[in-house]
Structure formats: structure tokens, C-alpha cells
T-cell receptor
């Protein structure tokens, strides 16, 4: 059974601090995705990671993928309040569009 | 470019009734997926359609069904509603290429009383 775990599930941090969200997945899939969901809103695609060692950066967020460890990380640099949201990682299978989502990490950035 | 459109945004139904939700994908996107989101179970995959054919199906009872039309628009139906079906139902579309991310609609909030 495909399973995606995220750690931590809740994260409260102060503005200006750095932190990392971890995503462990269960298969040898080489497709890992990160999404953001604001309260009451839908999910927005952030990053698509398709190979071992892939690194993508957008603003204060940087995502990486280690397929051998089955681990992806989402690193937050110098957090700002606007980053407060729930972040999901998702593993995609290699045959279609069946994605397995992690439970989400609810991030609160405090002023 | 218009995003994924889901209708209706909110629905209140009674146990035992059935409901149909609608989804219009982004123009050019031929794959449409449906997900159920609840506080307890998180995001769970329901099914995926491509070219009017169901390609993948999640672990949901047969009360949950869907279809896709020739213009890629999709509907999902839930029959004999149960209280546990209360959830946010999200539709997502994507390009044919397997590496494409999902583009989600705003969802339909279904409440079963």
C-alpha cells in the first residue's frame, strides 16, 4: 500500500526563522510533488520533483528529492507570515495520475 | 486561461439521497481526477478519467462513481449518501504527460445531514 508521511504535522515558527518539512514515501516512484493549501481554499502546485537529487526553489521555499532514501524536504528560509498555510507532499505513480498525498503540515508563521 | 471549475460550491443533502458534482477542467487538459478531503482522512484519491475512460480508481465503495464526457468535463455521483460522505470534493485536471502536476478546482463542500 502506498503511504506518504510528513513530519511535523504542525509547525509554529517565528518570522525570520528557517525550518524544514520532511516527506517520506513508500515506493520507488521518482515523482514527488509539493502543494500548498490556504484555509478555505484549494490546492496550489508548488514544485514537481522528477529525479534523484532534484532541487527546485521559488522565493523562500526550496524542495529537494532523494529517491534512494525515499525522502523529500521542503525548506523554508527566513519565514514570513504569508507562508502560513498547509503544505502537502504527494507521490505520483509512474503510470497515470494516481497521487497519494501526505497528511499535510500546517504551518503558522508568527510575527 | 480559466482554471478548473467545480459546481456547485456547496451542497446540503439528507442521508439516503444521491448527489452529482460537476467539474470543467482547464482547456486542453484531458485527465480529470477526483479527491475527497476530510479532516480525519486527509486527501484521498477517488478516481481518474482520461478520454472518457476510468484509468484509476481509489478504495471507495461502489456508491461513488464518475464519468467523463467527450469535452473532458467530468461528473461524479454519490448514491445513498451517508453521514461520513460529508467532505470537500476536489476535482483536478492535468495534461496527458505523466509528470504534470494536478491543477485543482475550488471544490464542492458536501454536507450530509
Amino acid at each position: 500500500e502506498l503511504k506518504v508521511e510528513q513530519n511535523p504535522l504542525f509547525l509554529s515558527m517565528q518570522e525570520g526563522k528557517n525550518y524544514t518539512i520532511y516527506c517520506n514515501y513508500s515506493t520507488t516512484s521518482d515523482r514527488l510533488y509539493w502543494y500548498r493549501q490556504d484555509p478555505g481554499k484549494s490546492l496550489e502546485s508548488l514544485f514537481v520533483l522528477l529525479s534523484n537529487g532534484a532541487v527546485k526553489q521559488e522565493g523562500r521555499l526550496m524542495a529537494s528529492l532523494d529517491t534512494k532514501a525515499r525522502l523529500s524536504t521542503l525548506h523554508i528560509t527566513a519565514a514570513v507570515h504569508d507562508l502560513s498555510a498547509t503544505y502537502f507532499c504527494a507521490e505520483g505513480d509512474n503510470y497515470g495520475q494516481n497521487f497519494v498525498f501526505g497528511p499535510g503540515t500546517r504551518l503558522s508563521v508568527l510575527p | 486561461k480559466a482554471g478548473v471549475t467545480q459546481t456547485p460550491r456547496y451542497l446540503i443533502k439528507t442521508r439516503g439521497q444521491q448527489v452529482t458534482l460537476s467539474c470543467s477542467p482547464i482547456s486542453g487538459h484531458r485527465s480529470v481526477s477526483w479527491y475527497q478531503q476530510t479532516p480525519g482522512q486527509g486527501l484521498q484519491f477517488l478516481f481518474e478519467y482520461f478520454s472518457e475512460t476510468q484509468r484509476n480508481k481509489g478504495n471507495f465503495p461502489g456508491r461513488f462513481s464518475g464519468r467523463q464526457f467527450s469535452n473532458s468535463r467530468s461528473e461524479m455521483n454519490v448514491s445513498t449518501l451517508e453521514l461520513g460522505d460529508s467532505a470537500l470534493y476536489l476535482c483536478a485536471s492535468s495534461l496527458v504527460q505523466g509528470n504534470s502536476p494536478l491543477h485543482f478546482g475550488n471544490g464542492t463542500r458536501l454536507t450530509v445531514t
